[in-house]
Protein backbone atom coordinates (compact mmCIF):
# COMPACT_ATOMS: atom_id res chain seq x y z
CA UNK A 1 0.00 0.00 0.00
CA UNK A 2 1.21 3.23 -0.94
CA UNK A 3 0.11 7.05 -1.12
CA UNK A 4 0.42 9.17 -4.35
CA UNK A 5 3.33 10.97 -5.33
CA UNK A 6 1.67 14.00 -5.02
CA UNK A 7 1.37 13.85 -1.64
CA UNK A 8 5.06 12.97 -1.15
CA UNK A 9 5.70 16.03 -3.02
CA UNK A 10 3.70 18.08 -0.54
CA UNK A 11 4.70 19.98 2.64
CA UNK A 12 2.63 19.47 5.42
CA UNK A 13 1.60 23.10 6.57
CA UNK A 14 3.81 24.62 9.21
CA UNK A 15 1.34 26.77 11.05
CA UNK A 16 -0.87 23.90 11.54
CA UNK A 17 2.16 21.62 12.47
CA UNK A 18 3.36 24.29 15.09
CA UNK A 19 -0.09 24.36 16.67
CA UNK A 20 -0.38 20.20 16.53
CA UNK A 21 2.55 20.63 18.45
CA UNK A 22 1.74 22.76 20.76
CA UNK A 23 -1.46 21.21 21.64
CA UNK A 24 0.39 18.11 22.21
CA UNK A 25 2.25 19.83 24.85
CA UNK A 26 -0.07 20.99 26.48
CA UNK A 27 -2.21 17.73 26.52
CA UNK A 28 1.03 16.60 28.96
CA UNK A 29 -0.03 19.30 31.46
CA UNK A 30 2.26 22.14 30.07
CA UNK A 31 0.95 25.92 30.17
CA UNK A 32 1.59 26.64 26.63
CA UNK A 33 1.13 29.86 24.95
CA UNK A 34 0.35 29.61 21.36
CA UNK A 35 1.09 32.26 19.14
CA UNK A 36 1.36 30.02 15.57
CA UNK A 37 -2.22 29.95 14.13
CA UNK A 38 -3.24 33.11 12.21
CA UNK A 39 -6.70 33.08 14.29
CA UNK A 40 -8.31 35.68 15.72
CA UNK A 41 -9.11 34.85 19.78
CA UNK A 42 -12.95 37.33 19.53
CA UNK A 43 -15.84 35.33 19.04
CA UNK A 44 -17.91 35.75 16.17
CA UNK A 45 -19.99 38.84 16.78
CA UNK A 46 -23.31 37.82 18.28
CA UNK A 47 -25.46 39.44 15.69
CA UNK A 48 -23.97 37.12 13.25
CA UNK A 49 -24.98 34.02 15.13
CA UNK A 50 -27.90 35.15 15.82
CA UNK A 51 -28.39 35.77 11.98
CA UNK A 52 -26.93 31.53 11.62
CA UNK A 53 -29.70 30.32 14.14
CA UNK A 54 -32.46 32.26 12.44
CA UNK A 55 -31.72 30.44 9.12
CA UNK A 56 -31.72 27.16 10.64
CA UNK A 57 -34.84 27.56 12.07
CA UNK A 58 -36.10 29.01 8.34
CA UNK A 59 -35.02 25.72 6.99
CA UNK A 60 -31.53 26.97 5.06
CA UNK A 61 -30.02 22.91 5.74
CA UNK A 62 -30.28 22.14 2.08
CA UNK A 63 -27.42 22.03 -0.53
CA UNK A 64 -26.60 25.77 -2.39
CA UNK A 65 -25.66 26.28 -5.62
CA UNK A 66 -22.37 26.07 -6.54
CA UNK A 67 -21.18 29.63 -6.86
CA UNK A 68 -23.06 30.41 -3.55
CA UNK A 69 -26.51 31.30 -2.23
CA UNK A 70 -27.74 34.22 -4.70
CA UNK A 71 -28.32 36.31 -1.83
CA UNK A 72 -25.10 36.46 -0.49
CA UNK A 73 -23.64 36.73 -3.51
CA UNK A 74 -25.50 40.27 -4.05
CA UNK A 75 -24.25 41.23 -0.79
CA UNK A 76 -20.76 40.34 -1.67
CA UNK A 77 -21.39 42.50 -4.62
CA UNK A 78 -22.47 45.55 -2.67
CA UNK A 79 -19.99 45.13 -0.25
CA UNK A 80 -16.59 45.34 -3.17
CA UNK A 81 -18.84 48.79 -4.34
CA UNK A 82 -18.94 50.17 -0.55
CA UNK A 83 -15.31 49.06 0.48
CA UNK A 84 -13.36 49.09 -2.56
CA UNK A 85 -15.56 51.06 -5.62
CA UNK A 86 -15.52 48.00 -7.63
CA UNK A 87 -17.88 46.78 -9.81
CA UNK A 88 -19.08 43.31 -10.06
CA UNK A 89 -21.93 41.04 -11.42
CA UNK A 90 -23.20 38.17 -8.73
CA UNK A 91 -22.31 35.76 -11.99
CA UNK A 92 -18.69 37.15 -11.64
CA UNK A 93 -18.43 36.14 -7.50
CA UNK A 94 -17.38 32.57 -6.33
CA UNK A 95 -18.34 31.67 -2.91
CA UNK A 96 -16.07 28.60 -1.59
CA UNK A 97 -15.29 26.69 1.87
CA UNK A 98 -12.72 29.38 3.16
CA UNK A 99 -10.15 31.59 0.97
CA UNK A 100 -7.86 28.74 0.69
CA UNK A 101 -10.24 26.62 -1.13
CA UNK A 102 -10.45 29.81 -3.82
CA UNK A 103 -7.28 29.70 -4.49
CA UNK A 104 -6.98 25.89 -5.40
CA UNK A 105 -9.94 26.68 -7.36
CA UNK A 106 -7.95 29.24 -9.52
CA UNK A 107 -4.53 27.14 -9.30
CA UNK A 108 -6.66 23.73 -10.75
CA UNK A 109 -8.65 25.59 -13.18
CA UNK A 110 -6.17 28.29 -14.93
CA UNK A 111 -2.93 26.35 -14.49
CA UNK A 112 -0.84 23.93 -16.78
CA UNK A 113 2.26 21.65 -16.28
CA UNK A 114 4.92 24.31 -17.12
CA UNK A 115 3.00 27.25 -16.11
CA UNK A 116 5.51 29.90 -13.79
CA UNK A 117 3.55 31.73 -11.04
CA UNK A 118 5.33 34.87 -9.34
CA UNK A 119 4.69 34.38 -5.42
CA UNK A 120 5.64 37.85 -3.16
CA UNK A 121 7.36 36.20 -0.50
CA UNK A 122 7.51 36.52 2.50
CA UNK A 123 4.17 34.67 1.46
CA UNK A 124 1.58 32.45 3.03
CA UNK A 125 2.48 28.54 3.66
CA UNK A 126 -0.27 27.52 1.09
CA UNK A 127 0.46 29.33 -1.98
CA UNK A 128 3.62 27.21 -2.80
CA UNK A 129 1.55 24.07 -2.31
CA UNK A 130 -0.98 24.92 -4.02
CA UNK A 131 0.72 26.25 -6.84
CA UNK A 132 2.75 23.05 -7.20
CA UNK A 133 0.03 20.69 -6.88
CA UNK A 134 -1.61 22.07 -10.38
CA UNK A 135 2.13 21.29 -12.16
CA UNK A 136 3.20 24.58 -12.27
CA UNK A 137 6.13 26.19 -10.80
CA UNK A 138 6.30 28.94 -8.11
CA UNK A 139 9.02 31.59 -8.62
CA UNK A 140 9.58 33.66 -5.72
CA UNK A 141 9.97 37.49 -5.46
CA UNK A 142 11.63 38.75 -2.25
CA UNK A 143 10.83 42.03 -0.17
CA UNK A 144 13.48 42.50 2.85
CA UNK A 145 12.68 43.84 6.58
CA UNK A 146 14.16 47.03 5.44
CA UNK A 147 11.54 47.38 3.11
CA UNK A 148 8.80 46.31 5.30
CA UNK A 149 9.28 42.97 3.44
CA UNK A 150 7.52 44.51 0.21
CA UNK A 151 8.34 43.82 -3.51
CA UNK A 152 9.23 46.55 -5.48
CA UNK A 153 8.38 47.09 -9.26
CA UNK A 154 12.06 46.55 -10.54
CA UNK A 155 12.12 43.19 -8.72
CA UNK A 156 8.47 41.69 -10.10
CA UNK A 157 9.53 43.14 -13.79
CA UNK A 158 12.73 40.62 -13.61
CA UNK A 159 10.61 37.81 -12.78
CA UNK A 160 8.43 38.05 -15.53
CA UNK A 161 8.85 35.42 -18.47
CA UNK A 162 7.42 33.71 -21.44
CA UNK A 163 5.99 30.94 -18.80
CA UNK A 164 4.98 33.74 -16.12
CA UNK A 165 0.77 32.73 -15.99
CA UNK A 166 0.13 34.68 -12.65
CA UNK A 167 1.25 37.19 -10.28
CA UNK A 168 -0.07 35.71 -6.63
CA UNK A 169 0.35 38.22 -3.47
CA UNK A 170 -1.31 39.34 -0.12
CA UNK A 171 -2.70 42.63 1.64
CA UNK A 172 -2.38 43.32 4.08
CA UNK A 173 0.20 40.41 4.16
CA UNK A 174 0.30 37.07 6.25
CA UNK A 175 3.19 36.41 7.25
CA UNK A 176 4.49 40.10 7.59
CA UNK A 177 1.45 42.23 8.40
CA UNK A 178 2.76 44.37 5.60
CA UNK A 179 0.32 46.09 3.37
CA UNK A 180 0.63 47.40 0.26
CA UNK A 181 -0.05 51.06 -0.41
CA UNK A 182 -2.14 52.88 -3.26
CA UNK A 183 1.54 54.30 -4.76
CA UNK A 184 2.73 50.73 -3.94
CA UNK A 185 0.47 49.32 -5.85
CA UNK A 186 0.54 52.18 -8.74
CA UNK A 187 3.90 51.10 -9.58
CA UNK A 188 2.95 47.43 -9.92
CA UNK A 189 0.57 47.99 -12.55
CA UNK A 190 2.92 50.22 -14.34
CA UNK A 191 4.76 46.80 -14.68
CA UNK A 192 1.54 44.93 -15.23
CA UNK A 193 0.10 46.84 -17.92
CA UNK A 194 3.26 45.60 -20.13
CA UNK A 195 2.19 41.94 -19.34
CA UNK A 196 -1.47 41.92 -20.34
CA UNK A 197 -1.17 37.91 -20.83
CA UNK A 198 -0.90 37.84 -16.72
CA UNK A 199 -3.15 37.38 -14.30
CA UNK A 200 -3.03 39.16 -10.60
CA UNK A 201 -4.20 37.19 -7.41
CA UNK A 202 -4.58 39.88 -4.75
CA UNK A 203 -5.42 37.99 -1.83
CA UNK A 204 -7.17 40.24 0.80
CA UNK A 205 -8.62 38.20 3.55
CA UNK A 206 -6.94 40.67 6.37
CA UNK A 207 -8.46 43.34 4.36
CA UNK A 208 -10.62 44.84 7.94
CA UNK A 209 -7.61 44.88 9.84
CA UNK A 210 -5.41 47.40 8.55
CA UNK A 211 -3.92 50.58 10.33
CA UNK A 212 -3.00 53.00 7.49
CA UNK A 213 -4.76 56.03 7.22
CA UNK A 214 -6.93 56.08 4.11
CA UNK A 215 -7.32 52.58 4.80
CA UNK A 216 -7.21 49.04 2.27
CA UNK A 217 -6.24 49.46 -1.61
CA UNK A 218 -7.43 46.80 -3.98
CA UNK A 219 -5.14 46.39 -7.08
CA UNK A 220 -8.21 45.62 -9.11
CA UNK A 221 -9.66 49.67 -8.68
CA UNK A 222 -6.73 50.33 -11.26
CA UNK A 223 -8.43 50.67 -14.42
CA UNK A 224 -5.98 49.44 -17.08
CA UNK A 225 -5.86 45.61 -15.37
CA UNK A 226 -9.00 45.47 -13.59
CA UNK A 227 -10.03 42.75 -16.10
CA UNK A 228 -7.62 40.21 -15.38
CA UNK A 229 -7.53 41.16 -11.39
CA UNK A 230 -9.34 37.90 -9.01
CA UNK A 231 -9.77 39.42 -5.92
CA UNK A 232 -9.86 36.52 -3.23
CA UNK A 233 -11.47 37.25 0.20
CA UNK A 234 -13.59 35.44 2.96
CA UNK A 235 -14.71 36.18 6.56
CA UNK A 236 -12.49 34.29 8.67
CA UNK A 237 -10.32 37.41 10.25
CA UNK A 238 -12.53 40.56 9.79
CA UNK A 239 -15.10 38.58 11.20
CA UNK A 240 -13.75 36.50 13.75
CA UNK A 241 -15.67 33.16 11.16
CA UNK A 242 -12.21 30.75 10.97
CA UNK A 243 -14.45 28.00 11.79
CA UNK A 244 -17.68 28.75 9.39
CA UNK A 245 -14.97 28.23 6.47
CA UNK A 246 -16.41 31.10 4.19
CA UNK A 247 -14.55 32.96 1.41
CA UNK A 248 -15.08 33.88 -2.26
CA UNK A 249 -13.58 35.38 -5.22
CA UNK A 250 -14.50 38.18 -7.45
CA UNK A 251 -13.12 37.68 -11.25
CA UNK A 252 -13.60 38.15 -14.83
CA UNK A 253 -16.71 35.93 -15.15
CA UNK A 254 -14.58 33.15 -17.77
CA UNK A 255 -13.00 32.79 -14.51
CA UNK A 256 -15.40 32.47 -12.16
CA UNK A 257 -17.16 29.74 -14.75
CA UNK A 258 -13.91 27.67 -14.86
CA UNK A 259 -13.88 27.87 -10.79
CA UNK A 260 -17.34 27.11 -9.96
CA UNK A 261 -16.81 23.95 -12.50
CA UNK A 262 -13.88 22.92 -10.51
CA UNK A 263 -15.56 23.60 -7.44
CA UNK A 264 -18.77 21.38 -8.39
CA UNK A 265 -16.77 18.22 -8.51
CA UNK A 266 -15.06 18.84 -5.35
CA UNK A 267 -17.05 20.36 -2.82
CA UNK A 268 -20.32 21.76 -4.23
CA UNK A 269 -21.76 24.72 -2.69
CA UNK A 270 -20.43 25.62 0.78
CA UNK A 271 -23.02 25.33 3.89
CA UNK A 272 -25.98 27.36 3.32
CA UNK A 273 -26.60 28.74 7.06
CA UNK A 274 -23.65 29.77 7.40
CA UNK A 275 -23.51 31.68 4.22
CA UNK A 276 -26.98 33.46 5.48
CA UNK A 277 -25.21 34.99 8.17
CA UNK A 278 -22.07 36.07 6.10
CA UNK A 279 -24.51 38.13 4.06
CA UNK A 280 -26.18 39.27 7.11
CA UNK A 281 -22.29 40.10 8.50
CA UNK A 282 -21.35 42.13 5.14
CA UNK A 283 -24.60 44.24 4.86
CA UNK A 284 -25.07 44.70 9.55
CA UNK A 285 -23.38 47.34 11.31
CA UNK A 286 -19.79 47.07 11.06
CA UNK A 287 -19.30 48.43 14.29
CA UNK A 288 -17.60 45.01 16.19
CA UNK A 289 -15.22 44.56 13.11
CA UNK A 290 -13.83 47.76 13.71
CA UNK A 291 -13.37 47.14 17.60
CA UNK A 292 -11.18 43.97 16.76
CA UNK A 293 -8.65 46.22 14.08
CA UNK A 294 -8.36 48.54 17.32
CA UNK A 295 -7.74 45.86 19.62
CA UNK A 296 -5.06 44.07 17.00
CA UNK A 297 -3.41 47.91 16.47
CA UNK A 298 -2.93 48.11 20.20
CA UNK A 299 -1.41 44.84 20.80
CA UNK A 300 0.76 45.41 17.86
CA UNK A 301 2.55 48.29 19.10
CA UNK A 302 2.42 46.46 23.28
CA UNK A 303 4.53 43.63 21.35
CA UNK A 304 6.15 45.30 18.73
CA UNK A 305 8.16 47.47 21.86
CA UNK A 306 8.54 44.38 24.24
CA UNK A 307 10.16 42.57 21.13
CA UNK A 308 12.70 45.27 20.70
CA UNK A 309 14.02 45.01 24.42
CA UNK A 310 15.43 41.71 23.37
CA UNK A 311 18.85 42.07 22.05
CA UNK A 312 19.70 40.81 18.54
CA UNK A 313 16.10 41.01 17.57
CA UNK A 314 15.14 43.02 14.52
CA UNK A 315 11.72 44.35 14.47
CA UNK A 316 9.97 46.68 11.54
CA UNK A 317 6.17 48.49 12.39
CA UNK A 318 3.44 46.69 9.66
CA UNK A 319 0.14 47.96 9.34
CA UNK A 320 -1.81 45.50 9.16
CA UNK A 321 -3.10 41.55 10.10
CA UNK A 322 -2.10 40.19 13.58
CA UNK A 323 1.18 39.40 12.32
CA UNK A 324 4.85 40.20 13.31
CA UNK A 325 7.77 38.53 11.37
CA UNK A 326 10.95 39.65 13.08
CA UNK A 327 14.74 39.13 11.79
CA UNK A 328 15.75 36.47 14.22
CA UNK A 329 19.37 35.69 12.52
CA UNK A 330 21.38 36.85 15.68
CA UNK A 331 20.33 33.81 17.20
CA UNK A 332 20.82 31.39 14.70
CA UNK A 333 24.08 29.75 15.27
CA UNK A 334 23.84 30.23 18.84
CA UNK A 335 24.07 27.14 21.52
CA UNK A 336 22.82 26.23 24.80
CA UNK A 337 23.21 22.82 26.48
CA UNK A 338 25.25 21.70 24.00
CA UNK A 339 22.93 22.46 21.15
CA UNK A 340 23.04 24.36 18.41
CA UNK A 341 20.34 26.00 16.41
CA UNK A 342 21.16 26.04 13.04
CA UNK A 343 17.92 27.47 11.54
CA UNK A 344 14.38 28.76 12.12
CA UNK A 345 12.27 25.70 12.70
CA UNK A 346 15.32 24.41 15.47
CA UNK A 347 14.93 27.90 16.82
CA UNK A 348 10.77 27.76 16.96
CA UNK A 349 10.83 23.82 18.17
CA UNK A 350 13.68 25.31 21.10
CA UNK A 351 11.40 28.29 22.05
CA UNK A 352 8.15 25.98 22.33
CA UNK A 353 10.12 23.23 24.40
CA UNK A 354 12.28 25.51 26.79
CA UNK A 355 9.32 28.51 27.02
CA UNK A 356 6.41 26.78 25.89
CA UNK A 357 5.03 29.68 23.56
CA UNK A 358 4.44 28.51 19.82
CA UNK A 359 5.62 30.47 16.94
CA UNK A 360 5.87 29.50 13.57
CA UNK A 361 9.56 29.10 11.64
CA UNK A 362 10.06 31.98 9.04
CA UNK A 363 11.95 29.03 6.53
CA UNK A 364 7.99 27.99 6.28
CA UNK A 365 7.34 31.49 4.62
CA UNK A 366 10.17 31.59 2.22
CA UNK A 367 12.60 33.59 4.71
CA UNK A 368 14.37 31.35 7.30
CA UNK A 369 16.26 34.56 9.03
CA UNK A 370 12.81 35.48 10.46
CA UNK A 371 9.78 34.13 12.80
CA UNK A 372 6.11 34.54 12.66
CA UNK A 373 4.17 35.87 15.76
CA UNK A 374 0.63 35.94 15.58
CA UNK A 375 -0.61 38.53 18.73
CA UNK A 376 -4.19 37.47 17.96
CA UNK A 377 -3.98 36.63 22.11
CA UNK A 378 -5.03 38.29 24.61
CA UNK A 379 -2.58 41.21 26.41
CA UNK A 380 -1.99 39.27 29.29
CA UNK A 381 -0.80 35.96 27.18
CA UNK A 382 1.37 38.49 24.91
CA UNK A 383 3.17 40.07 27.52
CA UNK A 384 3.91 36.76 29.47
CA UNK A 385 4.87 34.33 25.69
CA UNK A 386 7.19 37.67 25.01
CA UNK A 387 9.24 37.24 28.66
CA UNK A 388 9.24 33.92 27.98
CA UNK A 389 10.63 34.21 24.64
CA UNK A 390 13.23 36.39 25.70
CA UNK A 391 14.21 34.51 28.56
CA UNK A 392 14.87 31.31 26.15
CA UNK A 393 17.00 33.74 24.22
CA UNK A 394 19.09 34.90 26.41
CA UNK A 395 20.32 30.95 27.56
CA UNK A 396 21.56 31.08 23.52
CA UNK A 397 25.43 31.61 23.95
Known amino acids: MQISDRLNRMEESATI ?37 KALDDGYTKYTPVSGLIELREAICKKLKRDNNLDYKTNQIVVSNGAKQSLANLSLSLLNEGDEVIIFAPYWVSYKE ?36 MVLFSSPCN ?12 AIVKVMEKYPEVLIISDEIYEYINFLEGGHVSIASFESVQDRCIVVNGFSKGFSMTGWRLGYMAAPQWVAAACSKMQGQFTSGANAFGQKAAAYALE ?61 VELCEY ?29 ENLKEAVRRIRAALEKLK
Open 284 to 344: ADMGETYKMATAFEERRDLVISLLKEIEGMKVNHPEGAFYLFPDVSYFLGKSVDGKTINNS
Open 351 to 379: ILETAHVAIVAGSAFGVDSCVRIAYSNST
Open 17 to 53: KMAQMARDLAGKGHNVISLSLGEPDFDTPQHIKDAAK
Open 175 to 186: PTGSVYTKDDLA
Open 130 to 165: IIKLSGAKPVFVHGGIEDDFKVNAAKLEAAITSKTR
